[in-house]
């Protein structure tokens, strides 16, 4: 396996990118190997409800706790954009106030943001928020790896190439969670999200879930380098007119 980002990203781009299928201006899925993708569908099932019923003392926990912490409900749900665009409901807990977009920085987020709720600090601190996004696993919305779900806006903006990463399901986690997340611009995920659609394979899976243990465990990458994360577009930290990072629960 490479090292993530091993010099210009034009670089690695063309050592690693192939041709995608489309069909009438549609993009088509990777073909991947018929039984891999269906051991893939089955590990994700059976993984989802393993971790949905073991967890469900936790997440029971969380809700009270979010609900006891501040007003509005328990989760946050906004439309993100899946495998070969199609549209679903990804869904997280809250950690910020009701109705957050519209005041401070929008749908952008800071490390010492005001709209973060006490519960919803330690919720981002643990990524503890991302723990609904099993019910979307088990609904076969989402995978427990791949390219993270982002919005139709940014996915508005995408070039040809990195339309790509919609030709597989979005993850929980996934290959730039583990080499950077929030701390590298879009620009940079994307490209790794790329090279994962083109490497994919049920040992780089297995990999990509062990070294989430270790990025969780550290806190990596919760942030960007100045303490904002980006938005999509230029490679700097973004401003409330910039392109939208969905309240930091980016890709």
């Known amino acids: 396996m490479p090292p993530p980002l091993s010099g210009g990203a034009g670089r690695f781009w063309a050592g690693t990118a192939r041709p995608a299928a489309k069909t009438q201006g549609a993009w088509v899925a990777v073909k991947m190997p018929l039984g891999a993708r269906t051991i893939k569908k089955v590990m994700d099932n059976l993984l989802g409800w393993f971790a949905f019923l073991t967890l469900s003392p936790l997440l029971w926990g969380l809700a009270l706790a979010i609900r006891w912490d501040s007003a509005g409900p328990v989760f946050f749900r906004q439309e993100r954009v899946g495998q070969n665009g199609r549209l679903f409901t990804a869904v997280k807990f ?29 919720l981002r601190n643990t990524s503890l928020d991302e723990l609904p996004q099993l019910f979307n696993i088990i609904q076969g919305d989402m995978s427990l790896v791949g390219p993270r779900p982002t919005l139709p806006d940014q996915v508005a903006a995408y070039d040809a190439c990195q339309r790509r990463r919609l030709e597989v399901k979005p993850g929980l986690t996934g290959w730039a969670q583990v080499n950077g997340r929030n701390s590298i611009p879009w620009e940079e995920r994307i490209i790794l999200d790329v090279w994962y659609v083109d490497h994919w394979s049920l040992t780089l899976d297995a990999q990509i879930l062990w070294k989430t243990i270790r990025v969780w465990a550290r806190r990596e990458g919760l942030y960007g380098p100045t303490g904002v994360n980006f938005g999509f577009g230029p490679a700097a930290a973004p401003t409330p007119a910039a392109s939208p990072n969905p309240l930091g629960e980016g890709a």
Request: charge should be positive.
């Open 94 to 122: 809250r950690s910020m106030v009701d109705k957050a977009h519209t005041m401070g920085l929008g749908l952008n987020v800071a490390t010492d943001d005001a709209r973060i709720t006490r519960v919803g600090r330690f």
